[in-house]
């Protein structure tokens, strides 16, 4: 009875999304009542046969697959439950599986319900149906697991990620799965499928299944199957085993220090001599390639130390030579010559010289190019080859370059036109160079001293590689060039190859620059280059960033060869507007607003191999398409942009002051005769103030003049806006920075001599209050002399009485008394008159420099002497008194 009443809220809960169908239809009685039989009968044999014809009517009606999701779960979990009937349990997972899996003839309407969609979406929200359903992997009989993992596998069709989820959940529920891997055939390939969709974007997954030791069971089952000769199943293995390492550090390390790459390399490596590849072959390896590139990309969160040493351990073990069977071979060799194939560069670098497919031509470069991009001892490498050979081995045809080392190759590639007139070959050897010399200063100079010997000796001795590389740069411009290969339509990226090598070459490389101006008729050439109308604007762009470079690179201080030569000779020859336009032509020239990052590779899956072919397909198609789109990358045009603004401010600086360590002497300069120190100084001084204004004015002029003519060519911005930050704005900055720090310095000399004032202000103050102080001591003293008289006037009154004769002698005494004391009181008051004359002459000399200061002077002394008026005031009352 509790069984059925879960049916019954199975029911209930789907009716309320779906709403109720009619409960007496046939069909739902019918599923209804093998339910019945099912969960309540007696009879093995019934319940037997109830199943069965449960599995099939579910497997075949729309409408017995919506009542079995209404009612059907519980009583057949109940069955999984129990498990005393393997027969049973066997037709329950098998009607479980057909409850889940959508009826292909049956014609639903278009907002009609998918039966199999909510039934996977019920049985998901459980947890507990879940774990028995990886209970069940554990059983003996072979049909009840095969049916499980495909259950499975419909579940995580239809609920990825929950499924995903409860399997995490689960005890030993990943450990169940992976153990699948080692069973019969048929089981095998359903887990392989089953862990394939599990661990799609699911990393925790990822990680459980390498710890269950998924790696080592999946090379088991390619091994088995034959490596790259095998079926399907080894492409579901690196499927599989692409999604355990796609952006997953941690798995590519235990991967690598494991079991390591030698299981993965060995599955590239050819069986037999047959040339001819079966389709699953060719899935199977594209897939290994897909392996190999996870690997070399690694996380891209990560830290990129950790997928660079996969890429040291895949050198080691050799995988270069096995992908270059793949891909650089021309046809299947036996074994004995595979063995003795040449070093892997010159094999490509001879693929690029010889290949008349240009769509291989870019393959192969495109090699040369990841080779050297941040690997300067790689780039060492290849320049220390470039070894020139005799005159005599440059009339060797390509045919005889197989015991060539890379660096003759390259040279013999690069020098072969002199004789054929083959400025392709020349120009694909320039590419090649290129990369070699990219942003390494060490190469740039070793490969600026090769010499070449001269084809024709009697007419001079040998001469740089640079200058030769200008020489066919001008053989592809000229006249003649009509004739020979290069002029062809389908040729026209000759020209730029050869200046992108020139310009790559000179960029912040002084000595390159100074080389190529050794030549006179370089700069001539050049300068005629930005200027001929006849040539794309790609090649005018070109030669108009090489022209900078000579300008911004320049550190020569040789009359005709300084920065300041070049750019008098771009303001005469072509004029800063022009010579600026040309730069603004080039961001809309076809190769520079064609570029594309370089896209990755699609990963090779079942569902994106047809794809693939499409992609080949449509590239075959695209033949004749300009090389300019596929050698000009977005690198090498971000590198120009980024060059271009530093020759504009280049120039404009150079335009916009005078050349340095010049300097006229003037006879008047010279002090004359009898002409006192002080006013030769003077006289210096003045001249000197009136230049520095003169250079100013001609410095802003200057500046202003070459800002509008930048400005004039468009000052650099893509969408025809003025550039920010003109020479005249410059120099005006510079100026009021001038300036600001001599009006800075200035009031840090104020403000030192301001407090040197008021110190000396403070100290004059409390030397003033010391003299009032001594003052009313001096006037206390005289007033105690007053006092003093007074009581001698009374005592002599006294004695006057007294007697006569007493009387005179007291009027003698009490006059020399008076007069003494009357003297020493003059001289006093006399020494004080005369300090306070001189503190009064100091303290209006601090008056006035505090007035300059802009200090109050009367509130300074405001209050001064005002404590001590009073008693004088007395004093000389009582005097008077």
Same mark, same amino acid.
């Given at each position: ?718 969408? !025809? ?5 003109? =020479?005249? +704005?410059?120099?005006?900055? *510079? @100026? #009021?920075?001038?300036? &600001?720090? %001599? ?86 008051? !006399? ?5 306070? =004359?001189? +503190?009064?002459?100091?303290? *209006? @000399? #601090?008056?006035?420099? &505090?007035? %300059? ?29």
């Amino acid at each position: 009875m509790k069984k059925m009443d879960l049916v019954s809220g199975y029911k209930g809960v789907v009716g309320l999304v779906f709403g109720n169908e009619d409960s007496s239809s046939n069909e739902d009685s019918y599923v209804e009542r093998l339910l019945d039989c099912i969960n309540n009968g007696k009879v093995v044999d019934d319940r037997r046969n109830a199943m069965a014809e449960l599995q099939a009517v579910v497997a075949d009606s729309h409408s017995a697959q919506l009542a079995f999701g209404t009612m059907g779960f519980p009583v057949l979990f109940g069955v999984l439950k129990e498990r005393e009937d393997v027969e049973l349990v066997r037709g329950a997972v098998e009607t479980l599986l057909s409850a889940l899996t959508p009826i292909s003839h049956a014609k639903l309407h278009k907002n009609e319900v998918q039966p199999a969609l909510m039934n996977a979406d019920l049985l998901s929200r459980d947890e507990q149906n879940i774990s028995h359903l990886l209970n069940l992997l554990s059983e003996d009989d072979f049909y009840v697991r095969y049916y499980t993992l495909q259950l499975l596998t419909a579940l995580l069709t239809n609920s990825h990620v929950r499924l995903q989820e409860v399997i995490l959940t689960i005890p030993r529920g990943m450990t169940q799965l992976v153990d699948m891997l080692m069973d019969r055939e048929a089981i095998r390939n359903e887990a392989l499928l089953l862990l394939t969709y599990l661990t799609r974007e699911a990393a925790e997954v990822q990680k459980i299944l390498v710890f269950e030791g998924a790696f080592e069971k999946i090379f088991s089952i390619i091994n088995e199957e034959g490596g790259s000769d095998g079926g399907v199943v080894v492409q579901d293995c690196l499927e599989l085993l692409n999604n355990l390492l796609r952006n997953n550090a941690s798995n590519q390390v235990l991967l690598r220090e494991t079991i390591g790459f030698d299981s993965l390399i060995s599955i590239l490596k050819l069986r037999g001599s047959t040339n001819k590849f079966a389709q699953q072959k060719t899935v199977n390896l594209l897939c290994v390639l897909e392996t190999i590139r996870l690997l070399l990309n690694g996380d891209p969160e990560a830290d990129s130390a950790k997928y660079n040493d996969n890429k040291t351990v895949l050198v080691q073990r050799n995988v270069l030579d096995h992908l270059l069977m793949l891909g650089v071979e021309s046809q299947w060799a036996p074994v004995a010559v595979r063995c003795a194939q040449e070093p892997a560069l010159n094999s490509i670098l001879r693929i690029i010289l010889r290949t008349s497919s240009k769509q291989e031509f870019i393959a192969a470069d495109y090699v040369f190019k990841c080779f050297c991009e941040q690997y300067s001892d790689g780039q060492k490498m290849l320049a220390s080859t470039l070894i020139p050979q005799p005159l005599s081995m440059n009339h060797a045809p390509f045919e005889e370059d197989v015991n060539m080392s890379f660096g003759s190759m390259l040279l013999h590639g690069l020098t072969l036109s002199e004789h054929d007139v083959d400025l392709e070959t020349t120009c694909r050897a320039a590419s090649v160079l290129s990369y070699v010399l990219k942003d390494n200063i060490h190469c740039k100079d070793k490969v600026l001293k090769i010499e070449l010997e001269s084809p024709t000796p009697s007419l001079g001795s040998s001469e740089p590689l640079l200058h030769r590389m200008v020489k066919y740069l001008a053989l592809a411009s000229s006249n003649k060039g009509k004739d020979i290969k290069s002029s062809s339509p389908k040729n026209i990226y000759v020209q730029p190859i050869i200046l992108k090598l020139l310009v790559t070459w000179l960029s912040d490389c002084p000595n390159a620059v100074h080389s190529f101006l050794n030549s006179a008729p370089h700069l001539t050439f050049l300068i005629d280059l930005v200027s001929n109308v006849g040539a794309t604007v790609c090649v005018r762009c070109l030669a108009a960033v090489l022209l900078g470079e000579c300008v911004i690179f320049n550190k020569s201080i040789e009359s005709g060869k300084d920065a300041y030569t070049i750019v008098d000779s771009i303001s005469q020859k072509i004029g800063l507007p022009s010579y600026f336009l040309r730069l603004d032509e080039m961001q809309k020239s076809f190769g520079f607003s064609s570029s594309k990052p370089v896209q990755s590779n699609k990963p090779f899956t079942k569902m994106g191999l047809e794809d693939n072919y499409d992609d080949v397909a449509s590239d075959d198609k695209n033949e004749d398409r300009p090389m300019l789109v596929e050698m000009f990358d977005s690198q090498f045009v971000n590198f120009i942009k980024n060059l271009e603004n530093g020759i504009r401010d280049g120039i404009v600086k150079i335009y916009s002051r005078p050349k340095n360590n010049v300097s006229v002497i003037r006879a008047e300069l010279e002090q004359m005769k009898d002409e006192p120190d002080a006013n030769y100084i003077q006289r210096l001084r003045s001249f000197l103030g009136e230049q520095c204004s003169e250079i100013d004015d001609l410095v802003n002029r200057n500046a202003t003049l070459a800002g509008d003519l930048a400005n004039a060519g468009g000052g650099g911005s893509s969408n !025809g806006e003025p550039r920010p930050n003109g =020479g005249s +704005e410059k120099v005006q900055i *510079e @100026k #009021l920075k001038r300036d &600001l720090l %001599e009006a800075s310095q200035q009031i840090e000399i104020l403000k030192t001599e301001k407090s040197k004032v008021e110190t000396e202000a403070s100290s004059y103050k409390e030397l003033s209050v010391k003299i009032e102080s001594d003052l009313k001591s001096l006037s206390d003293a005289y007033n105690s002399i007053e006092q003093m008289n007074y009581n001698l006037e009374n005592e002599v009154k006294a004695l006057k009485n007294g007697g006569s004769t007493l009387s005179l002698d007291l009027d003698a005494i009490k006059a020399e008394a008076k007069e003494n004391a009357q003297k020493e009181s003059e001289a006093e008051l !006399g020494d004080l008159l005369v300090c306070l =004359g001189q +503190e009064q002459s100091k303290v *209006e @000399k #601090l008056s006035v420099r &505090l007035m %300059e200061l802009g200090e109050d002077v009367d509130a300074l002394l405001e209050g001064i002497g005002d404590d001590i008026g009073a008693p004088e005031e007395d004093d000389d009352d009582e005097g008077e008194k």
